[in-house]
Nanobody, 122 residues
Framework: QAQLVESGGGSVQDGDSLRLSCAAS????????MGWFRQAPGKDREFVAL????????LYADSVKGRFTISRDNAKWTIYLQMNSLKPEDTAVYYC???????????????WGQGTQVTVAS
């Protein structure tokens, strides 16, 4: 069964850093797109960043550009989200997902992890 498992969330202070990991239980297809999304209480799930599995092509939400970096380790079937200069408004449950389209729309992704909580205190 295809699974994505996130880790690395936690509670930090304003300005701190965290690195999230998302490990796949299968080798993603070369055409796959891996994305990070987040959902704060009472809000819709929103796009954070994405990366193609086989190309160094990335895309970021404006709200995280310059602070967050998405990367992958093809040998470990894992993607990462390095989050620097965290702000209270980054507080959310962070999810990784796999899709087949280069898209910021969560509906385009078909496999999701269980999520990991990130809390940033002011």
């Amino acid at each position: 069964q295809a699974q994505l498992v996130e880790s690395g969330g936690g509670s930090v202070q304003d300005g701190d850093s965290l690195r999230l990991s998302c490990a796949a239980s299968w080798r993603p297809y070369s055409s796959s797109v891996m994305g990070w999304f987040r959902q704060a209480p009472g809000k819709d799930r929103e796009f954070v960043a994405l990366i193609r599995w086989s190309r160094d092509s990335t895309l970021y939400a404006d709200s995280v550009k310059g602070r967050f970096t998405i990367s992958r380790d093809n040998a470990k079937w894992t993607i990462y989200l390095q989050m620097n200069s965290l702000k209270p408004e980054d507080t959310a449950v962070y999810y990784c997902a796999v899709g087949s389209h280069y898209s910021t729309n969560p509906a385009e992704y078909f496999t999701w992890g269980q999520g990991t909580q990130v809390t940033v205190a002011s």
